[in-house]
């Protein structure tokens, strides 16, 4: 009788058994077992079938893996010297365990408030007066009929990124010097001559200004390429029903690009406390350090020129994990509002 049946029974050895037609005794759980590793089998012969027939195109990840492995990973390796007092003597495994008394150091000393008021003032208002230009230029030019200006325009916005910033620091020290044109434009319609990088309440109109200057056209490219995707068929459809040209923008386009959006803004948050080095430090001078002294330049100033490589190198991972933890954040509210969001 119990050769016929068929169904599922308790079992001497812990589990419950599957007993077949043909008197087969199959255990519930090892069953189950095999069934995971011979899909797990059927996938890695899967993906090792593929890397075989696409080996070119995972030859060519191999420069962009060593690369990000060696100026990426290998370096953390020397972050701890941020709990160290560093000698270079003693080496970094020698010098003497000090925990957090940098970054302790960092966080009570009288800079901290200034610092992180001027960083914060540059990325704020960079991101808050920067990011809408790209968008703004990509509606723009996607709208604009006459081909040969739209070409023309293309150009002129694309061209200040592929200039150095050492070039465009010079160009602004040129234009704001005494004699320069910015004075020369004011002295024409009635206006005293302005000490430009002498006014320290100056410094963050003039570096975010011409970082949008210099970045605009080279950040809507990525928008122009989305909308560039969107269908002509939603658009006649819209004229159809009467829209106007902002409804269809609003609606149509708008719609298309806010996953974009979000992404890059997300991207954007996330660097919130990594100012700029090199412009920064340009366009210092002894006058204006009241507002252009940020992190980045700080570090710098006490790490390479100081010879404080440990209490630099924890200022400079401070900055790093705030940059991290405001990461995480927006990440995860933008995916709550949106939809949309990095991982």
Not at 89 to 95: L, Q, Y
Not at 162 to 185: A, K, W
Request: proline share 3%; glycine share 10%; charged share 10%.
């Amino acid at each position: 009788m119990s050769g016929g049946n068929s169904g599922n029974q308790p079992d001497g050895g812990g589990g419950p058994v599957k007993r077949s037609g043909q008197g087969v005794v199959v255990r519930a759980g090892a069953g189950a077992a095999v069934g995971t590793v011979q899909t797990r089998g059927a996938r890695a012969v899967k993906a090792l079938k593929l890397a075989r027939k696409n080996w070119v195109l995972y030859a060519f990840l191999i420069p962009c893996l060593a690369y990000v492995i060696i100026f990426n990973y290998v370096p953390m390796y020397g972050v701890q010297i941020a709990f160290r007092d560093f000698a270079a003597s003693k080496g970094i495994w020698g010098s003497d365990w000090v925990g957090l008394k940098h970054i302790t150091r960092f966080l009570s000393s009288y800079h901290f408030m200034t610092l992180l008021k001027n960083t914060l003032t540059l990325s704020v208002y960079s991101l808050v007066a920067g990011f809408p230009m790209p968008i703004i230029l990509a509606f723009v030019l996607n709208y604009t009929t006459f081909r040969r200006f739209r070409k023309f325009a293309q150009t002129a916005t694309y061209a200040p990124h592929l200039i150095s910033t050492v070039v465009i620091v010079g160009m602004l020290l040129t234009f704001m010097q005494g004699g320069g044109v910015f004075n020369q434009l004011l002295a024409k319609i009635g206006v005293d001559p302005v000490l430009w990088t002498g006014t320290p309440k100056l410094f963050p109109h003039i570096y975010v200004w011409s970082g949008i200057w210099q970045g605009t056209g080279w950040s809507s490219i990525i928008y122009i390429a989305v909308l560039a995707g969107v269908s002509s068929e939603l658009h006649e459809a819209a004229i159809v029903d009467g829209a106007n040209i902002l409804h269809r923008i609003w609606y149509i386009d708008f719609a298309e690009l806010l996953p974009t959006v979000v992404i890059l803004l997300i991207m954007n948050l996330g660097q919130v406390m990594s100012v700029g080095f090199e412009k920064v430090f340009l366009l210092q001078n002894p006058v204006n350090l009241e507002t252009s002294e940020v992190i980045a330049t700080y570090v710098y100033k006490t790490g390479i020129q100081g010879a404080q490589y440990s209490f630099s190198a924890a200022v400079g991972l401070f900055n790093n994990l705030v940059n991290i933890v405001l990461l995480v954040i927006v990440n995860k509210v933008a995916d709550v509002v949106t939809g949309s969001s990095l991982w």
